[in-house]
């Protein structure tokens, strides 16, 4: 893993929940929404509440933001909102994902390096992020965990190895991380290598995706969906989400 990724995990071991209350929760079917947007001829786009990166500051969020920013995003078409709630290094907060998901009726998605199980019961969300690279062989048990606190894990990975892991698991959702976490470049034919491996789940194409041609490039690719966060918050929220959900139709129009 590159430097700035064992920074945030060694970190990420200084803020584990300890005592926690363990539930079922009952969580907004994610699926549903990305067969709905997929029936209309929209691309699912799960936009993200993305205050930071560990080498970009974009934008204060507060809790309040973070709900204007989640129902604009709602609004233009989302399929799902991502909340960061990593603190120091993309200046997250669970008070921003608790304000988020009061606010949408969407399903939501929680950002975070999740390496202690006490974390996926923290707090309500509708689908939790785990990441195969960081779990390694731990993956299979976070992924259980998750489905029988009634949330739907999404498993990112970035090479074949990975995936097979992902692949070995109960996870409906695999999200394919276009960024390498060794070297933090970001190269989107990720997405076009590893999603024809993939069968009978969901794929999330992340990172990287910053124009409507890139959208349509990913879905072509065989995803089910992207993510985006950057390009996003650094434009006009409802005018980002809204292009890159209407991708495919410019694409129409333009032949």
Request: aromatic share 4%; no cysteine; net charge neutral.
């Amino acid at each position: 893993m590159h430097r700035i990724i064992d920074e945030i995990i060694h970190s990420t071991k200084n803020r584990i929940p300890s005592n926690i209350r363990k539930g079922k929760i009952t969580s907004r079917q994610f699926k549903r929404s990305i067969e709905d947007k997929k029936q209309k001829g929209l691309i699912p786009v799960i936009s993200e509440v993305k205050p930071s990166s560990p080498t970009r500051f974009i934008q204060n969020v507060t809790p309040s933001d973070a709900a204007r920013l989640a129902i604009r995003m709602e609004s233009a078409g989302a399929a799902a909102i991502s909340v960061l709630t990593e603190p120091f290094f993309f200046k997250g907060s669970i008070r921003n994902l608790i304000s988020v998901r009061e606010a949408v009726k969407i399903p939501v998605l929680r950002k975070d390096f999740i390496i202690n199980k006490n974390q996926i019961h923290e707090i309500d969300s509708d689908l939790i992020l785990l990441v195969a690279g960081i779990l390694g062989d731990e993956l299979d048990d976070f992924v259980n965990e998750a489905i029988s606190s009634g949330r739907e894990p999404l498993v990112e990975v970035h090479d074949s190895e990975e995936l097979e892991n992902a692949l070995a698991s109960r996870t409906t959702i695999i999200g394919i991380n276009n960024r390498n976490l060794t070297t933090m470049n970001v190269d989107i034919t990720t997405t076009e290598n590893l999603a024809p491996l993939i069968s009978n789940r969901i794929i999330i194409s992340e990172s990287g995706i910053s124009s409507p041609l890139d959208a349509v490039r990913m879905i072509d690719a065989g995803a089910d969906a992207i993510l985006v966060g950057t390009s996003i918050m650094l434009g006009n929220v409802y005018e980002k989400t809204y292009e890159l959900v209407h991708a495919l139709n410019a694409k129409t129009d333009t032949k």
